[in-house]
């Protein structure tokens, strides 16, 4: 994978085979687990904040899983039930001893599906896997978007800054969100022994 | 004799039923220290670890890849 520029990183949240590229962008958050505080109110509290987003791109998101497209989940954000993001989580103790939790997201703005699909069904033959990813079941925010989105040129960075402002968070947007800038384009999976 | 438990209430049964131990980091009958995490639970794309609540001797009951609700007592630890 990594000769074809599609290196391999094991990441410890959750979920399948997760392809990650210039015209992706991740998102992810850290808080304190308090108590009483669920796997669920993580999800949607993200899931609310990137639906905002892609609303003002003139996107409508659906919840739920789309078993077709890449680490399905049952919080996949879906146009027509085609997958544009997916979340995942991972709960831990830092070195404080405080327990936390990080809620991920990712976020496809202008990858093309086919190219996802081929680079995770080529990780699933390698693997021995049978699982499939169907393009057919995935979508970008610059294929879906409405007007505001084709009228963007760089519309990866101006969706993490719109995202941001929604958010409220402030100073240099990179410090909240990871930026691809070219290959190689990590194939991200989650660590099963 | 400490229970290892998974949360009450870690997440919403009626939109996901269960979970999976997915990992365990110690053996049965492995000494373990308090703190110490000891066990990963997978739920709806989510890694939750499980660390031991006191130091001891501990005794799965729970296989990898067993199945786990809010509340599941997935092993003991013999304090020592």
Known sequence: MAAAGWPVVLRKSGGGACPVGPGTVQVATIEPAIDGVTMNAKYEALRNLIQSALHFYGVCAQTGTVAHAYCPGGYDLAIHDKKIAGMSQHWFRNRGGIRCVITTASINIEEEPAVLADVVNRFYSGAGSLARCLPAFLTSLRLSGGATAVATPDLAPAFMKRLASFAGWHGDVASHFSVNSGPPSPLSLTRHN | ?80
Do not use: C, H, Q
């Open chain 2, 1 to 80: 004799m400490a229970d290892v438990v998974v949360p009450e209430g870690l997440w919403d049964t009626e939109k996901t039923p269960e979970g999976i131990v997915a990992n365990w980091f110690a053996r049965d009958g492995n000494a373990v220290d308090a703190g110490a995490t000891i066990a990963e639970l997978m739920v709806e794309k989510t890694t939750y670890e499980i660390t031991a609540p006191v130091a001891g001797r501990l005794r799965i009951l729970t296989a990898k890849d067993g199945v786990v609700r809010p509340g599941s007592v997935i092993a003991r630890i013999e304090e020592s």
